[in-house]
């Protein structure tokens, strides 16, 4: 079995979403940020039929947790992925409900991997993504030499231009707590539209790699 998992992100269309399923991804990220090209729009749902075995990824940017946790609750959301300024409390508020959090950190050269701690007790997991000047992905990869300077205390994703071409040189990495990848652009054929067909190369990259 490959140990680390896959996430495909930035789902919203019904059809679609299924058919990524097909592939058994082990987690599904939905967008519940308006501002995003993936926002799912206000009228979503997810299809009944999606199988049980992919945990729901809910992401979201500075919302209330109230807001996050009925959306939470209507979508059956295992884990809430908070890509903003959110505070070390409202990661503890989340948790405390019964789901699991997962903290994004943007990283560039001059990312102090310190500002993770104060999370540690409160978040399941971290998320590594490129930084850009907009909240969301870049499509771009950072530096993943800069991980050496992270601790590995808490697993993490890792995000940020990822795709079959770069994929292979997450083998790199072994021995570092990398808990899963998170795919987006990269397996697009347009914003929240995924290529199945990349997303088949990907994890057969991914199954002869580990």
């Known amino acids: 079995m490959n140990p680390v998992k896959l ?7 019904p059809e679609n979403i299924l058919q990524v399923a097909e592939l058994r991804p ?5 967008i ?5 090209k993936r926002f799912v729009g206000d009228d979503f749902d997810i299809p009944p039929r999606l199988n049980g075995d992919i945990k729901r990824v809910g992401v979201f940017v500075n919302e209330t947790t109230a807001k996050m946790e009925d ?3 209507k979508h059956r959301l295992e884990l809430i992925q908070l890509h903003g300024n959110e505070s070390v409390e409202q990661c503890l508020e989340l948790k405390e409900s019964g789901r699991k959090v997962i903290k994004v950190f943007s990283i560039d050269n001059k990312f102090q ?4 701690k104060p999370f540690r007790q409160v978040a399941d997991y971290f998320l590594f993504d ?3 000047e907009t909240y969301g992905g870049t499509g771009k990869s950072f530096d993943w030499k800069l991980l050496e300077r992270y601790d590995q205390e808490v697993p993490f994703f890792l995000s940020g231009g990822l795709s079959s071409t770069n994929v292979k040189d997450v083998k790199n990495l072994s021995g570092m707590n990398l808990h899963a990848l998170d795919v987006n652009s990269g397996v697009e054929l347009s914003p929240g539209l995924k290529d199945i067909e990349k997303i088949g190369q990907l994890q057969e990259i ?5």
């Open 7 to 13: 996430k495909v992100c930035g789902m919203r269309d």
């Open 26 to 30: 082990d987690y599904m990220g939905f």
């Open 32 to 36: 519940f940020y308006g501002k995003s």
């Open 71 to 73: 959306l939470a609750t």
């Open 206 to 210: 991914l199954n002869s790699n580990f």
């Open 113 to 116: 991997f310190g500002q993770t």
């Open 130 to 132: 490129t930084k850009s």
